[in-house]
């Protein structure tokens, strides 16, 4: 899904409705974006557990319930937490649906429906193309926060998901 249909989406059916911009709005349009990475990744991890271990499941005596929880998600796990890191990736350079969601101010948001700073994508972008070199120093670390938080995120994803040597 193109970032741009996701911000039109939550902007006709948040922004217009509530008749104000706010960071609701941006979060709505960024969920959007991001669930259907989340979701395909999150059916193939589940299709790829094999089907013999699940019939082993049952075969010992659990329910499919059972089974769902106990054997098939933590198995599939690893991989629903690398399309989850995924999307939270894709999400964080995002720009597009939070200019039609959130409005620039200068202001720290007051609550959840009041305006704030698109992303720190846009703070780069905007810093970037101007002729002052503080404001393109800043563009600079805007942009090494980004790298940072992706790289924080994807550390957290694979230490949650490593697998215990015995």
Known sequence: VPSIIAGVFAYSLIVL????????????????????TIIRTTDEALQIVPQE?????VGVGASNYQTALQVVLPAALPAILTGVTLAIARAAGETAPLLFTVVYTNNWPKGPLSPTLPSL?????????GFDKVLQEFAWAGSLVLVALVLLTSVIAR????????
């Open 17 to 36: 409705k509530m008749g104000t911009f706010s960071v609701v709005a941006g979060a709505i349009a960024l969920s959007v974006l991001m669930l259907p």
């Open 53 to 57: 271990i699940r019939w082993a499941s």
């Open 121 to 129: 994508a846009y703070l780069v972008y905007e810093f970037a193309r």
């Open 159 to 166: 230490f949650a998901t490593r697998q215990k040597q015995f």
